[in-house]
């Protein structure tokens, strides 16, 4: 029987693997000449970054990562699941 901590690193690491799925797709596409849809909406880059470190630092016990960020938002448009594979791949 899996732990709380087991089954949230389960579902992270099932969601990096659908991430890099996605981007596998999304490269053919490019490399076939066409277009990828980004899914742009407001969101808070600070929230984004904060949760991609609290991500890492539960996947990683090796590494301590330190994020430094304004404490108010910094509101931005963009496609959250593509940032958020980013930063994933950046922190990994």
């Not at 330190?66 to 593509?82: I, K, S, T």
């Amino acid at each position: 029987s899996l732990d709380p901590g087991q089954l949230d690193m389960l579902a992270d690491t099932a969601s990096r693997m659908a991430g890099q799925i996605d981007e596998m797709s999304d490269a053919t596409s490019l490399a076939a000449g066409g277009e990828i849809e980004l899914a742009l909406a407001s969101g808070d880059l600070v929230d984004v970054a904060r949760e991609a470190v609290a991500t890492y630092a539960r996947t990683s016990l090796r590494h301590t990562v330190r994020l430094v960020v304004p404490e108010e938002p910094v509101p931005a448009v963009f496609d959250r699941p593509r940032l958020e594979r980013v930063l994933g791949n950046l922190l990994a």
